[in-house]
Each structure stands twice: as structure tokens, then as C-alpha cells.
């Protein structure tokens, strides 16, 4: 049974269209419909697995036609409900469009379909000499890092999707494919339609090519971890660490808790204190530099057995951060997750994550804290029970540190998106510019046919 | 006389509330339609001086209500006709709005009026270590900077406004004022309204607050100067640097003529060949490696006698470079100038140089090439009258040199604009996606007050 009335008047066309590449399978449906966090099962009327920017044109048109929701999905690892299809319609799965299309070696950058993952991307840039450096952790696709702007690990060095997409490829609402930029480096030549889709999570266009900035791979790459005393005394040598310009290319906080979850998911044994984990790229010369003053400001704050990595063990320390959110539903099997992140100015960091852990500590709750925190941007995990009213209460840590985080000059989300989980914050930490994204929104699609009821309701 | 019906029923509401600070005066409004370039004068009916958002918000919805187009002007330094008042209306001076409001030492940013220059931020920020990079040459106001998109010189490291601008206030078409963003360095909430701002100048909303990324002042900056045979030989030099990922600050290039021009402007006694200008930025190490870098990649393409600047001549080395087009007007005195600005991907600049020289001789027309080739980003200048038509047909140059750009994979503009003068290329740049601009544009200004005429016609 599909939630949608006309579902039947285009399930033949887009059948011939696209033969076993549409499927009205409950299966294929419901895997599409389900998040890795506490949202419940949402899923799509059909899935298709269109494999060319001109199928994702012919499938919106027909949708458009029949006044049929459209739903983006690459990877599955959004955090915030943005694949859900809360009005049903059909979901455009781009695993079949996971080509890398042109390298420009000279230019420093690359062209790719929308499904091709960054770890993918990586591996065949591998012999080049260069790397795409937007790191979210999971092995998401471009296309979806693209939508929802995506950062991550190595943003406080490289920037975010905002910084390193060049030009995307997109289908509008009635179908029509465009292209929004050139490949110059800049352009002064009318609106930024690039930035307008970059986070705007499928509801303006589908995106299906993204041409991203490539770096070159660094001289040298080297990792460290430092345990702190406190919580405090790590999060101010970030501060520092950041205010003095040092070009670090990642500095990760993990929390106590989440350290001694990290040691027994992946077979460590760093210290269970508060930590860093830290990466400095550049010339020997200059890694060598910023590691020794990094050091130095952790020792003032506490920082104690500053350990610089092998470089064998570089992959394993950050497979393991990134393995963080795996860890927690290894250690708390049976719960539910709730995610959430907000990113604040850097002044405010510090007492933002302490009122945070005042809080929690107060509503005697276990939710690990870890952060890209050279951007002020951090994240909580809270494990609990949906069906449980006591555990429930839990999440009200979310709301509260989603207010602080604004009330603080800061975001409601750093770089998981707002999707379904963070409508409610859209007034208030946008006030009346959010009537302008609304205009933005019916004007480029009148029908509210693009990934219908994500980021506000219209 | 004014050329729009509806001034009389505003300019007694708008005396009331602005007294001096609006003005009918034909000296004022000439001042106000007069561009540096080849544009004929073309003046507002009136020009108003607001001293805060909220004036400027009293004065747009005054505006609105009776249908007067509403321009913004900040330095005058535009290039392609941005302020020309092509529909009459009331031109906003930002003069009087020039506050630095707040200084956020810690986070790195600043809060200004739309009326603060370039020059005026650097010179207050001198004693705090920090400093803002954007160097579009010309002492620019920061909301004209982040209208237009701004770069320059520095873009080559620390990117353009569109990486560099953190938050906005605009003044909407019906008066409401929108603030585009938090502090935070980064945020996935929402559609990038900042972006959609920047680079769009004017027609979608007045920016009346900017707030801007600060960096630290470099431990280490040095200059230097490099003359080459050829002009393949500086470009190819500068490809070179790029791809090899060198952080160089700046990297300019001023070909034989220009470099002459500038000598006799500036009392300089450079070398009359093909020059790049250069500056590294960092450690006092880092920048003696980055120089010797360069050095040893330009012998290789015939730069010779590369010259490191003394300190004390540095200032004096960019000063030169930015009056590059003061210059001009000097050595052509009487003559309109054409200037026109386009941008390639790197691996396109040396080609597209070599044939725009090529063009440029067999016409036998003077047009003096520099640009910020690190960006991929060049100018012409052409000297021409008016009057004569022979020498109208100089600026046929400006023609070729854009939709040579354009088959090449770049852009109509790096950093001027669009404005009047680009409008005729924006279909052959954008294609389909300049109908979703419209879109935009009608969604945000149903009744065409913002800047009317400018980047393309509804």
C-alpha cells in the first residue's frame, strides 16, 4: 500500500523506464526508510536506482508531473531524518552513480557522480599525489556531504563542502538539468547557486555531479594523542591552539567515557581521560614545529604523556575515532541513539561543553561527548530507551544544549543538518531569514515535490 | 527633474526623517551615477545617507511601497556599471555607516557597518595582531566587498569574500531586516542565505553588517620581484606554483607594458619585462623555503634577477600594484577604460593568455594585461574613445577575451561582476541555471526595487 495516490499512474512509466532498477519491494523500501538514529521507519512508496543525471531528470519529471515526492539517498548515514519519507513518494538511491567522471590533475580538482563515497574517491586518487580532505567520519557519498554540507575531522584546516565543491550538477524540481558554476577557481558572475544547494539537503535540487577541490597529499602527516586531567584543560588548549593560527589539520576532544568505549570496541588502550587526537600536516620541518608547540600548550592545561603516533598506527587511531558512534552501539546494545551536534564561536567553547557536562552529570545520564573542536563544533550521544518515559527525559539534554549553543552565538548544528530532528530551532536561531529561505523554497519548487517536509515546514 | 513618478510622494517623507542626510542636490546625484570606467554617467533622483540598518530599513520600505528602485554605494569603486541608477530610484551611500561595531579578539571575526573600507579595518585592527586579507586594490567598502564578491590580491591563500564573510544584516526588498547566520565558523542550518547574498550585487537585499573572518598576522612576510623573457615564462612560473601547492600569499603578474606604465606612475625602476610580484606569508623559516621555492621554479621558465623587496619597500611594491589603474589614466590621459576581467582553471591560464596577447597584437590596440594568476584570474585594461570609432573597436578585445574564458571552462568575471557590462554573457556562462537566478530574484524582489538592471533583466 503507498501513501501516495498517484504512485500507480507513474510505477508503469518508470518501470520501463528504469526496469529492475524500480522496485516496489517492501525489502528495498524499508531499508530505505530507516536512520542509523532514533528516528522511527519511514519508508518511501519505491526506490529508484537511476544510473545518469538524464534518468534523475526523466524520473523528476514524471514526479513533478504527478505531483510526487522526490527523496534523495546516498549512503544512509544521515543523522537527522533527512531521508525519511514522511509524505511518501520515491526515493533516488545513487549507488549505480558512483563514477568518477574526470580528473584534473593540474587543476587540483575532480568531477563525480553523486553516489561516489570519500573513501572511494580516495582510494583512486591514491596514486595521484592528491586527496579530497572532507572527512565526516562515516563513508558517506558526495552527493549527500554536498547536500547537507558536510565537514567533519579535517574542517578546521580545509574548510567544509561550503569551501571545497566548485560546481555541482542538479536536477530542479520540473526536472530541468543545470549546471552552477564553471571551474574557475572564482567567479563574480551572479548568484551562488552552488552555495544555495550546498546543505540544502534535497529540497531545492537533486544534486547528481559535484566537481570538488582536491590538496596535495602533505610532505609529511603526523598524529598525536594527549590525555588531559580535564575535560577543561583540553578543550582550552583547542582554544589556544586555534587562536594562535596554528594550521592544524585536525584536533578531535573524546571524552572519558567515550575513550573507554573506543579502547574496548577497537582494542586500545589510551588512558580514560579526557583526550585529543590530533593530525599536523605539512613540511617535516613544519609538522615537527606544531606538534612542539601544540605540546607545550597542552602541558599548561593539564595535557600529560603527549604521545605522538606511529605512523603505522596513524589509520588505526582515526578508524577508531571514527569507529565512535559503532563503539556506542557495541556498549549500549538495544538502545536507541540520539545525536545531536551544535557549534558554537570558539570563545564560547569552553563553557558551552562545561554547562554541558554540569547538565548531564545533574540529569545523571550517560551521553559521551565527542568534537571537531577546532571549529567549536562538538556532538552528544545519548543512549536510551524510546519505550522507557524515564529514559525519554534523557533527550531533553538535546533541547537544552541546542538552546545554549544559540543563546551562545552559535548553530543548532555544526554539520549533521536540520532534517527532520532540528525544524523546531529554525525560528529561533534564524528569526525572519527564515521567511526567505521559505521564498526560496516555493519559488524553486512550487509543487514542495523535493524532499518534502525537511529542514522547515512550508 | 526626476525619472521616477513616485520621488514626490517620498521625498517629503524621507526629508522628515533623514534631514541633510537626503538629497536632491544634481551634484550629489551626478557624483552618484559616475563610474571610474567607460559607463556614461547615469544618476539616482535622489541620494539618501543612512547612519543605521534601522534607517535603511525605513527608507527600502518607503521605497517599496511606491515602486522606487532602492541602489546601494559604497566607495564608488565598482567596475561594470554596478550603481548606475539605469531605472532612477534613491541611491543609500554607506558613507556614514563606516562604525567598526564589535571585535571579536578571541574568535577571530569582526562586526562592521557596510561603509567600513578595507584600509579603515586594517588600520583599527593594527594594534591587535589580526588583520583582514581581502585586497581588491581599490580602498573598497566591506559591503560593497561582499556584494560584488570581492577578491584581489591575496585571494590566492586566503580566498575571497565568499569564504571570508562569516555572517550578514540585509535589509530586505520590503524592509525587513534578516541577519543571514550565527557566528559559529560553521553551521549545516538551513539554506546559505550569506552565499546567497554575496556576489549578488544588490538586487536581493542591502547588506548594512558584515561580519568577517580575521587571520593573524603572519610571524614572517616577505616580498619579491621576478622579471621573465617571456610572458609564458612568469605564467607557466605560476601554474608551477600552484600545482605544487605552495602557500604563497600573493602572485601577481604585470606584463612589460604595464610594468613600464607603473615605473613612471610610481617613480619605480623595475625592469621593463614581464614581472611577477610576489609575497610569502608565515614563519620567518617557512617563508625563506617558500621564496627559494619560487626562485628555483622561475629560473627554470626565465625569470631572472629574482629580487627579494627590503620591508620598508614592500608597502611601496603593492601601492605600485594598486595603482595599477591610476597609473593607466595618467599615461592615457583623456581616454575612456574599458576594463574587463575574466578567470580560467589553471591549466587553461597560460593558453589563455598566450592567445588574448596574440589578439591583442594583431589588432595593434594597446591593453595592458595583470592579474592574480594564482586564482587563474587576469585583467585587461583597454584605453579607447569614445568618439572615435576605430578606437571603439579596441573593445571588440573584451568580447573575445570572455567567450574565450568561457570555452575554456572559466568564468565571464573573477572579481569585477557582472553589472551592465556582463549581463550579455550570462546566458552563454550559465545556461538553464540563470532561469533558477530569476527565480530567486522575482521570489525575493517580486516588485524589482533592489539595484533593477543589473546581472541580467527579469
Known amino acids: 500500500m503507498t501513501k501516495n495516490l498517484n504512485m500507480d499512474k507513474v510505477a ?3 518501470k520501463a523506464l528504469l526496469g529492475d532498477r524500480f522496485s516496489l519491494s517492501n525489502a528495498v523500501r524499508q531499508h530505505h526508510g530507516e536512520e542509523l538514529t532514533h528516528f522511527d521507519i519511514c519508508p518511501p512508496d519505491a526506490v529508484a536506482f537511476p544510473i545518469s543525471t538524464d534518468e534523475v531528470s526523466q524520473i523528476v519529471k514524471l514526479c513533478h508531473a504527478h505531483d510526487i515526492p522526490v527523496i534523495p539517498y546516498g549512503a544512509g548515514t544521515a543523522l537527522e531524518g533527512h531521508f525519511l519519507a514522511v509524505r511518501g513518494g520515491i526515493t533516488l538511491d545513487f549507488s549505480r552513480m558512483n563514477q568518477i567522471i574526470t580528473l584534473h590533475q593540474q587543476d ?14 580516495n582510494q583512486d586518487l591514491r596514486d595521484t599525489g592528491l586527496f579530497f580532505p572532507i572527512d565526516p567520519g562515516a563513508n558517506a557519498t558526495l552527493g549527500g556531504m554536498a547536500a547537507t554540507r558536510a565537514s567533519g575531522t579535517n574542517a578546521v584546516r580545509y574548510g567544509t563542502m561550503r569551501e571545497n565543491v566548485i560546481a555541482l550538477k542538479a536536477v530542479m524540481a520540473d526536472g530541468t538539468i543545470i549546471t552552477t558554476s564553471s571551474r574557475a577557481r572564482k567567479s563574480a558572475a551572479g548568484y551562488d547557486l552552488t552555495r544555495l544547494l550546498i546543505g540544502s539537503e534535497g529540497t531545492l535540487g537533486i544534486i547528481t555531479e559535484i566537481t570538488v577541490r582536491l590538496y596535495g ?61 590530533m593530525e599536523f600536516h605539512g613540511s617535516e620541518t613544519a609538522v615537527k614545529e606544531q606538534a612542539e608547540m601544540v605540546e607545550e600548550i597542552a602541558q599548561a592545561y593539564g595535557g600529560h604523556g603527549f604521545r605522538a603516533t606511529r605512523p603505522e598506527d596513524r589509520s588505526k587511531l582515526w578508524q577508531a575515532r571514527h569507529d565512535g558512534f559503532l563503539s556506542l552501539r557495541a556498549a549500549y546494545p538495544g538502545k ?22 554540569t547538565d548531564i552529570q545533574k540529569a545523571d545520564i550517560v551521553a559521551p561527548l565527542v568534537g571537531h573542536v577546532g571549529d567549536g563544533n562538538f556532538h552528544l550521544t545519548i543512549p536510551y530507551d524510546k519505550e522507557s518515559p524515564q529514559e525519554v527525559e534523557a533527550i531533553e539534554q538535546n533541547d537544552r544544549l541546542v538552546k545554549r549553543a544559540l543563546a551562545m552565538g552559535g548553530t543548532s548544528t555544526g554539520e549533521h543538518g536540520i532534517g527532520l530532528g532540528k525544524k523546531k530551532y529554525m525560528m529561533q536561531e534564524h528569526g525572519p531569514a527564515l521567511d526567505y529561505m521559505k521564498m526560496v523554497k516555493r519559488a524553486l519548487d512550487p509543487k514542495n515535490i523535493l524532499n518534502p517536509g525537511k529542514i522547515f515546514d512550508l
Chains 1, 2 share one sequence.
Open 12 to 14: 508503469t512509466p518508470l
Open 108 to 121: 587540483m580538482d575532480c568531477v563525480v557522480e553523486a553516489g561516489v563515497t570519500r573513501e572511494q574517491l
Open 217 to 277: 597529499v602533505p610532505e609529511a602527516i603526523s598524529a598525536a594523542v594527549c590525555p588531559f586531567n580535564s575535560l577543561d584543560g583540553a578543550v582550552d588548549t583547542v582554544v589556544d591552539v586555534i587562536q594562535m593560527g596554528l594550521p592544524i589539520a585536525r584536533i578531535e576532544l573524546i571524552d572519558d567515557l567515550l575513550v573507554d568505549i573506543i579502547n574496548r570496541f577497537s582494542d586500545l588502550d589510551y588512558p580514560c581521560e579526557p583526550t585529543l587526537f
Open 336 to 357: 536507541d541513539f540520539w545525536v545531536t551536534d551544535v557549534c558554537v564561536p570558539i570563545s564560547q567553547l569552553a563553557e558551552c561543553i562545561r554547562q554541558t557536562r
